[in-house]
């Protein structure tokens, strides 16, 4: 049984984090504990980067694979250069376009970074967070802060402190609430050791930004489309189920989204069969379609505009968690263009669905 009395919870504001509190979360890791915080995209679960012991507890709290690699967050190149060697041209090209904020990149890794951190891996993944209460935090520590989604592992990520203590209250040391997080999905991973460098993850920064910054083309796997499970976890995200409400997720996807009504009329006819079997049924839905649904009864939840793919990750994992107070066997969940963000999104979604229906309109 979690002992809640043993984390503190601290209110910190985003934009002007104090420096007396963020020292005393600094301390807090300096000493091997572990501590939840906001970045720009999710919160994180962060210890120590250089601190073994600290680094499983990670693994060990979250029931995370011992083979699923951590980011490394640093507030500056030159924490960056501690731990990694034989930085590519490209990698600095990337930086100077995404950081701070929510790109990663896999590098050769430095003899510094503990094997815990890598899960053996010959690479590391490492980015500088956008956030002001993470940079500071980094600062403070003076060390680089090894950091997954702040949630139970196979759950959708945490965009708010309250995800984080319905998650993980009572086995960390802190929790760090600095409001709601600004992207809502976890930052773009690219791999910079391989020719052509290689999406692992889509994310905030879209592969079509990144493309033209390095003028060629980059690999964009099926793992990294949500479309299949890399052998090998080379960073995180690439393999296991992730993101996953209670409920049973289905995930109903089109090639082409351009008739919405082919769309509804497709979910509708999945909600149908399963009532016919005795469930009840939830939907999530963008703005544009929720309505035709909740005319016939349904519950339904919205996650915004296809016109604003932004809104729509913000909103993402939060419908997914309440998805799971709606008290239905199932909810069906509309596909979205996978165009710019909408890469990020369709690759949560296929992780987080039990089931997937694709059609051509």
Request: proline share 7%; charged share 20%.
């Amino acid at each position: 049984m979690k002992d809640t009395q043993m984390t503190k919870v601290v209110v910190v504001n985003a934009l002007r984090p104090r420096k007396e509190v963020i020292d005393e979360v600094a301390d807090v890791l300096r000493s091997g504990g572990l501590c939840a915080f906001p970045t720009e995209t999710v919160y994180g679960l962060g210890a120590d980067g250089f601190n073994q012991e600290a680094v499983l507890k990670i693994f060990r709290i979250k029931g995370r694979p011992p083979d699923n690699p951590l980011i490394m967050h640093v507030d500056s190149k030159e924490m960056l250069n501690e731990l990694v060697v034989d930085v590519p041209e490209i990698a600095y090209r990337f930086m100077e376009f995404a950081w701070p904020g929510p790109l990663t990149l896999v590098l050769k890794k430095s003899t510094k970074v503990p094997k815990e951190v890598t899960a053996g891996l010959p690479t590391v993944a490492v980015r500088c967070p956008g956030h002001p209460i993470a940079l500071a935090l980094i600062t403070a520590l003076g060390k680089p802060i090894a950091a997954p989604s702040a949630n139970l592992s196979g759950r959708p990520s945490p965009t708010n402190a309250k995800h984080v203590i319905d998650d993980l209250m009572g086995s960390v040391d802190v929790i760090v609430d600095g409001g709601e997080t600004f992207f809502g999905v976890e930052s773009t991973i690219i791999d910079v050791t391989s020719e052509p460098p290689k999406l692992l993850r889509p994310g905030p920064i879209a592969v079509e930004d990144l493309i033209k910054v390095l003028g060629r083309e980059i690999e964009v796997p099926p793992f990294a489309r949500g479309l299949a499970e890399s052998e090998t976890p080379l960073s995180p995200g690439t393999k296991y189920r992730h993101y996953s409400p209670n409920t049973s997720l289905l995930l109903v996807e089109l090639s082409d989204y351009s008739d919405l009504n082919f769309l509804v009329t497709a979910v509708l006819s999945h909600a149908n069969e399963l009532m016919r079997k005795g469930l009840k049924v939830g939907i999530i839905a963008s703005s544009e379609t929720s309505n035709h649904y909740r005319v016939r009864g349904f519950e339904v939840l919205t996650l915004g505009s296809r016109s604003n793919l932004f809104e729509v990750a913000h909103n993402l994992f939060d419908v997914l968690r309440l998805s799971d107070t709606l008290g239905v066997d199932a909810v069906i969940v509309e596909g979205f263009n996978e165009v710019g963000l909408g890469l990020a999104i369709m690759n949560r979604l296929r992780k987080a669905a039990r089931y997937r229906f694709s059609y051509s309109s």
